[in-house]
C-alpha cells in the first residue's frame, strides 16, 4: 500500500476478532490494524460445518484523506509443512477446456493466473488441488481443493520456501491493477473457496458439489430445463421456417426449451456472421419479419419454451451501437483498435453502459415476458484495454470491470430472480462460483464431440456439481448417438440437433432418453458423485451418482480408444451401502442393440459390488452404458 505521504509500506497488526455461529455457518473475522496509519484489513472466514468447506476473503478501508494504492491485495494465504506436495491445474484452450495435470511442486514460486480480464479462464481457470506428502487418488490422501470466485483477472500462486514450507497465495491478478482506493471505501477481495479431505480428492468433490448447490449456485436445488439449441444445427444460416420446424423436433423429443443461438439481431449489419451486428439487439427483420415475440408465440403453440443467446457486453465495430456510442468502448487511444472475434469489450464500468446491458434483458423481458431462459455469451478477452470512462484511473479497470458486472447481474437478478441462465464464454472461458452466484448453469466447452467430452466434463466435475454442465448432443464427433446421449447424461442434457434428420430407431431412442433422464435427474443433479475410473488413466471413464440414503445409484461407463482384444476388470464401486441388497439393471439402450451387459436383473448385496465390482460391458471402442443400481428388500 501506498500512503498519502509516499511510504510504500503496511504494517498488520492485531486488533480484535469475533465469532458469530448461526446455524450451519460459523463467521470469523479477525480485524488487523496499521499502528501509524489509519488502516484496517480484516480477513473474514466463513466455515460451513455440514459441507466442509471454508470461504474466505480480505477487505480494506482506510481514512486517509485521499486515495491510496494498494498493489497487492489477495484473498487467502494458506501455509503448509509437508514433504512433498503435488499440484493438480486444469488448463486448456479454445474447444479443450479443463485438460488435468499434476506434478510435483519445486522449490520456487509456480503461478497460475489470468490478466484477460473478460474471457478470464481461456487458458487456465482458478482451480486447484493441493496434495501433501504423496500424489492423492480419488479416495485417499490428503487434498486441500480450492477456487477462487473472480470471474476476472486471477491468481494463484505456490510458493516453497528454504523451509520447504508450502504458501499458497489467491486473488485477483495484481498485474497492471494498482488499485486508487478512495477514503472510506471499503474494498472487498473476492471469495477464495476450499475443502480438505483426508480422503483424497473425491471427497474433496463432494464437498464443493453440496456446498455449490446449497450456497454457490444460482438456484443449485431448483428444476433444471432441458433443451434444444440450434447453434451447431444452423449457425447464422436461419429464419423463421426453419426454426418453427426446429420447435416441432423439440416438441418431439420432449425437451422443455427450444433455445435461439446467434444471429438473430441487427439491421443496418444484420447478424450474419461473427463480423457484424453485435450490440444491435434488435430481431433481424429479414430473418425474423414477425420479430421475437412471434417466435415466443409459435414455440409455445408447439408446446415448448422459448429461450433466446444474447452477448451484451460486447460490440462489433460494424454495428449502430460502435456508431452511436464509440465512447462506450474500451479501447486506447492513439493505437489500432484490437479484435478478436472482430468483437471489443464495452466499458461496463460507465454506469450508462450497466445501463445498456440491464435494458437488453430487461427489455426483451419486458416484451415477451415468457422467455425462459437466457445464454449469456462472452466471447472475447481484454486486450488494449482503456476506459474512457476511468479516465486518469485506469489500472482500477479490470477489477472495476468485474464489480460492473456483477452489479448489473445484481439489478437483473433482483427483477428475475429465478430466470435460468446460462453461463457462457466461447465455451468454458468463464467458469467460476464468482458469477455462478447469478447463473443456474455454464457451457463447458464448444467441443462437443463426445470422446472429449468426456475428459472436459470429467475435469470440471472436480469442482463442480454436474447440474451446472450444460451437456449438449451435436453431430460433433463420430460416436454413436447412444454414446452422444450417456455422455450428456453425465450433466444437465441437452440438444444441438435437427430432429428431423434422425432415423426412427434414434428418434425413438432419444425420445425415450429424455423421458429416461426426466426420471433420473433428480439422481443425477443431487447424487453424491463416485469417479472410478478416470479416462486419464484407462481408455475409459466411469462413474457413478448416489442418493444420500444410498438407496438408488446411477453408473456411467464409457470406453474410449481401447486396443483389439482389451479386456478391462471389474469395477468397484463407492458410496453403496455393504448391508444393503442391490439389483443391477441396464437403462438407456438403443432399441434392438445389445451393448454385452450380461447381470441384467441380478442382485448382489453393497459388500460384494464394493469389494469385488462389476463388469461392465463396453470393452470395444466408444461404447457406452448406463446402469441402475437400486436397493432390493
Ligand atoms: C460462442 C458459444 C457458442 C455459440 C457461439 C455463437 O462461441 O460458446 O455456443 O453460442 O458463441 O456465436
Known amino acids: 500500500m501506498l500512503h498519502n505521504d509516499g511510504n510504500p509500506s503496511l504494517e498488520l497488526l492485531y486488533a480484535e476478532d469475533k465469532t458469530v455461529r448461526d446455524g450451519n455457518l460459523t463467521t470469523t473475522s479477525i480485524i488487523l490494524k496499521d499502528p501509524v496509519y489509519p488502516v484496517t484489513v480484516k480477513l473474514v472466514f466463513v466455515a460451513y460445518y455440514n459441507e466442509d468447506i471454508i470461504k474466505t476473503w480480505t477487505e480494506i478501508s482506510h481514512q486517509e484523506k485521499n486515495p491510496v ?8 494465504m494458506i501455509h503448509l509443512e509437508a514433504d512433498h506436495y503435488w499440484l493438480t491445474q486444469f488448463h486448456g484452450d479454445w474447444a479443450r477446456e479443463m485438460r488435468m495435470e499434476e506434478s510435483e511442486l519445486t522449490s520456487g514460486i509456480k503461478t497460475i493466473d489470468s490478466k484477460l480480464g473478460t474471457r478470464a479462464n481461456i487458458f487456465q481457470t482458478p482451480v486447484f488441488m493441493l496434495a501433501k506428502n504423496k500424489a492423492a487418488d480419488e479416495n485417499s490422501g490428503e487434498v486441500i481443493a480450492g477456487t477462487l470466485g473472480w470471474t476476472g483477472s486471477f491468481q494463484l500462486s505456490f510458493e516453497i520456501d528454504n523451509s520447504n514450507s508450502l504458501r499458497m497465495i489467491a486473488g485477483m491478478n495484481p498485474f497492471a491493477s494498482e488499485y486508487h482506493l478512495k477514503p472510506n471505501e471499503n474494498f472487498v477481495t473476492p471469495e477464495f473457496i476450499f475443502t480438505f479431505s483426508a480422503q483424497g ?15 454457490g449456485v444460482m438456484d443449485g436445488h431448483a428444476n433444471r430445463l432441458t433443451l434444444l439449441n440450434n447453434w451447431e444445427s444452423t449457425y447464422f444460416d436461419f429464419n423463421e421456417k426453419t426454426l418453427t420446424e426446429l420447435f416441432g423436433g423439440a416438441k418431439e423429443l420432449g425437451v422443455d426449451v427450444f ?49 433466446i443467446w444474447i452477448e451484451p457486453e460486447m460490440v462489433n465495430p460494424k454495428s449502430e451501437l460502435y456508431e452511436k456510442h464509440p465512447d462506450w468502448i474500451l479501447k486506447l487511444p492513439n493505437r489500432d483498435e484490437n479484435y478478436y472475434r472482430n468483437q471489443l469489450v464495452l466499458d461496463l464500468t460507465n454506469p450508462q453502459v450497466q445501463d445498456f446491458v440491464f435494458n437488453v434483458v430487461d427489455e426483451m423481458m419486458t416484451k415477451n415476458p415468457s422467455i ?8 472475447r478477452m481484454m486486450t488494449n484495454t482503456y476506459s474512457p470512462y476511468m479516465k486518469d484511473n485506469q489500472s482500477n479497470v479490470q477489477i472495476d470491470y468485474v464489480r460492473s458486472f456483477y452489479q448489473v447481474m445484481q439489478r437483473l437478478r433482483a427483477k428475475y430472480p429465478h430466470l435460468p441462465i446460462m453461463l457462457c464464454s466461447g465455451g468454458g472461458g468463464r467458469t467460476d462460483y464468482g458469477a455462478l452466484k447469478y447463473f443456474t448453469e455454464f457451457w463447458p466447452s464448444d467441443n462437443t464431440d463426445a470422446l472429449e467430452r468426456v475428459f472436459i ?7 463442480f456439481p454436474n447440474i451446472t454442465s450444460c451437456n449438449h448432443i451435436t453431430t460433433m464427433g463420430k460416436q454413436s448417438l447412444k454414446y452422444k446421449t450417456d455422455v450428456a447424461m453425465m450433466g444437465k442434457m441437452g440438444y444441438d440437433i435437427r430432429v428431423n434428420e434422425l432415423s426412427a430407431q434414434e428418434l425413438e431412442f432419444s425420445k425415450m432418453a429424455v423421458q429416461n433422464y426426466n426420471r433420473l ?6 447424487g453424491d458423485l463416485y469417479r472410478l475410473v478416470s479416462p486419464y488413466e484407462e481408455e475409459r471413464a466411469v462413474l457413478m451418482y448416489v442418493s444420500a440414503d444410498k438407496t438408488k445409484s446411477l453408473l456411467f461407463a464409457y470406453s474410449l480408444h481401447p486396443r483389439a482384444f482389451s479386456h478391462f476388470s471389474p469395477v468397484r464401486l463407492t458410496g453403496l451401502d455393504p448391508q444393503k ?9 438403443m432399441p434392438g442393440v445389445h451393448t454385452g451387459f450380461n447381470l441384467e436383473g441380478k442382485t448382489f448385496s453393497g459388500d460384494y459390488l464394493i469389494k469385488v465390482g462389476l463388469s461392465l460391458p463396453n470393452n470395444s471402442e466408444l461404447t457406452s452404458a448406463v446402469i441402475e443400481i437400486t436397493e432390493v428388500k
Do not use: M
Open 581 to 589: 441388497t442391490y439389483k443391477v439393471e441396464e437403462t438407456n439402450k
Open 372 to 379: 425462459a431462459f437466457i445464454k449469456w455469451d462472452c466471447n
Open 201 to 215: 480428492k473425491g471427497l474433496a468433490s463432494r464437498n464443493f458439489h453440496q456446498w455449490a448447490r446449497n450456497y
Open 521 to 526: 435427474k433428480g439422481l443425477i443433479w443431487n
Open 259 to 307: 433455445l435461439l443461438d446467434d444471429g438473430w439481431f441487427g439491421n443496418k449489419y444484420p447478424r450474419n456472421s461473427d463480423q457484424t451486428g453485435l450490440g444491435d439487439w434488435q430481431a433481424n427483420k429479414q430473418k425474423l419479419p414477425h420479430g421475437l415475440g412471434y417466435l415466443v408465440e409459435q414455440a409455445e403453440a408447439k408446446g415448448v419454451k422459448f429461450g
Open 457 to 463: 466434463q470429467w475435469g470440471y466435475s472436480y469442482f
Open 69 to 76: 494504492i494498494l498493489s497487492n491485495f489477495a484473498s487467502a
